[in-house]
């Protein structure tokens, strides 16, 4: 079964880091984008970041910029999602989503993260 696993949320003050992780399972699915998405309570869903598998290509919502970077492990199927200088407003779960070449995107359970004042 095509799956994700998020993992590696938990509980931050304002201003710390935090990486989250995300499997892409099987091991042999071929993968075009892997993505980060949150969503707060009471609100929608919204872009975090992209990435291509294959050019390294990038792409950041204007809130995370210079403090959220986003990168990859092919031989692993992993995303990783490095966060800094966190703010309240992080607080979110965070979804990561494939879009495999040959079938629908995959979205994941979440992990939750949760940024303290």
């Known amino acids: 079964q095509e799956q994700v696993v998020e993992s590696g949320g938990g509980l931050v003050e304002a201003g710390g880091s935090l990486r989250l992780s995300c499997v892409a399972s099987p091991r042999s699915l071929s993968i075009a984008d892997m993505a980060w998405s949150r969503q707060a309570p009471g609100k929608e869903r919204e872009f975090v970041a992209r990435i291509n598998w294959i050019s390294g290509s990038t792409n950041y919502a204007d809130d995370v910029k210079g403090r959220f970077t986003i990168s990859k492990d092919n031989a692993k199927n992993t995303v990783f999602l490095d966060m800094k200088s966190l703010k309240p407003r992080g607080t979110a779960i965070y979804y990561c989503?494939?879009?495999?070449?040959?079938?629908?995107?995959?979205w994941g359970q979440g992990t939750q993260v949760t940024v303290s004042s």
């Open positions: 989503n494939a879009e495999p070449l040959f079938s629908r995107g995959i």
